[in-house]
């Protein structure tokens, strides 16, 4: 199996989404198989432990305190409160339990409390993932000490068209932090958000900088934008589904060990369009009725597709065998 290149230029990526749809798909669907069962799922569950206030800009998030789009401010959960929704969702069939909060960054009072519930979640024998803001180094190691597996902070757009989302927080913050998860040894979920008004060759740029990172992240989250009324983002046009198909495509070309997750906006798309992402290389989902704050496909419509497609939800043991160590999920619209 020949090593992931790191070296890819946006030219190369351009190039790619630019591509024949058929042309594009038989070479992404070719890496896939090169590098993953085509008929295997990651499946994982995303909890909203700590809901709504958050004092970020991002023009796309329902839970940045400034917009008004219904979304009341929550405390932190109990320990109690996330147990039962993980136990729910390994039930469910989910191998990972993801955890996010609507922090800027935690501070160091509470990530005893998240470490708490790393180590609950760790015992049902369940993968672990968070998202929790920026971190500091000795923040992402109290979390690996804990038995965190995942950490996801998301780059969301490609470096040129990220000050037309955000502007409190700046692009090198966010590669800080993952520069920190990866020290601490922990695995990276690091994706974007596309749909946001950004051009062709932006995505490109996204796709681009996640490729060219230290190590490509274990996990990349390719998130549809779902627009929420009371956010900026509110009216933009629908990105093309086929656009978004060469958009997984080019994910799994140029990170081919990776694994590739539908993320926020499948509640919109049709079962025909998941199943063209499917093909073209997407091979992670989040199951669950909500991302956070946004709607998500009900774990029966899931299963229904899934028996209809003839593909089966992926095993912690199976996946730890198609993930490299050496490869490397953005908040997922959080």
Known sequence: MPTPRHDWTRDDVLRLLDLPFADLLQQAHAVHREHHDPNAVQVS??????TGGCPE???YCPQAARYSTGVEAEKLMTLDAVMAKARQAKAAGATRFCMGAAWRS????????V???IGAVKALGMETCATLGMLSPPQAEALKEAGLDYYNHNLDSAPEFYGEII???E???RLDTLGHV???GLKTCCGGIVGMGESRAQRAGLLHTLATLPAHPDSVPINRLVRVEGTPLAETRPLDPFEFVRTIAVARIVMPASMVRLSAGRAEMSDELQALCF????NSIFYGEKLLTTDNPDTGRDQALFARLGVHAMQIERQSTTVHADIVEPLITA
């Not at 935690?106 to 409390?113: A, G, I, Q, S």
């Not at 093909?279 to 997407?282: C, D, K, N, R």
């Open 182 to 184: 990866r020290d601490a």
């Open 167 to 169: 502007q409190t927080r």
């Open 45 to 50: 569950t995303l909890l909203s432990i700590k």
């Open 57 to 59: 800009d991002c023009a």
């Open 115 to 117: 470490a708490a519930m």
């Open 106 to 113: 935690p501070k160091d009072r509470d990530v005893p409390k």
């Open 279 to 282: 093909f073209a290389g997407a």
């Open 171 to 173: 692009y090198q913050d």
